[in-house]
């Protein structure tokens, strides 16, 4: 019984983790899609996996501080499920980025992996989430891919800061 109920904590535990991502209200965005990369990079050791952000994300409101955290941990649980990937590159950059200008952040989640035909293509929840959250905040959500050029994921958001 007292294995079970061990057993049964650390799920609870994982669950409460990936509710809310490690370290986002303490360190920051940056910090935790650090980290949530790392974790990801030593799951994949065969794959490459880059962040470039050109701006500072610790200055996101928390709404869009989570979404954009969430649409790079799905599209890298859907890299490790589907892909077959060797290298992945997130970018996420901002236009018309100051405090008076009406700000978009943009996030694109490239891979070279097997991409998918679009024929056959069928929509998980993972897809599915990814363009509610995004949608939900204003955005939009494309998906590009062909078999085997690899999947690409274009997000613009418009960014309300904290």
């Known amino acids: 019984m007292i294995s079970a109920l061990d057993r049964v904590q ?34 994949l050791p065969k794959t490459s996996i880059a962040l470039v952000a050109t701006e500072d ?31 992945v590159e997130i ?10 200008a009406a700000r978009h952040i943009n996030v694109q989640i490239r891979d070279d992996g097997v991409g998918a035909d679009p024929a056959r293509q069928r929509t998980g929840l993972g897809l599915v989430g990814m363009r509610e959250r995004v949608e939900a905040l204003g955005g939009s959500l494309a ?20």
Do not use: K
């Open 10 to 43: 650390g799920v609870v535990l994982g669950l409460i983790h990936q509710l809310r991502p490690v370290g986002l209200d303490e360190l920051g965005l940056t910090a935790a899609m650090e980290h949530c990369i790392a974790d990801w990079r030593r799951r």
């Open 57 to 87: 994300l610790d200055t996101l409101d928390e709404r869009h501080a989570l979404a954009l955290y969430r649409l790079v941990q799905e599209a890298l649980t859907n890299v490790a499920r589907h892909a077959q990937a060797t290298r």
């Open 91 to 100: 970018r996420i950059t901002a236009e018309g980025y100051g405090p008076e």
């Open 143 to 162: 998906v590009s891919s062909t078999s085997g050029t690899g999947f690409t994921l274009i997000a613009q958001i418009p960014a309300a800061s904290s």
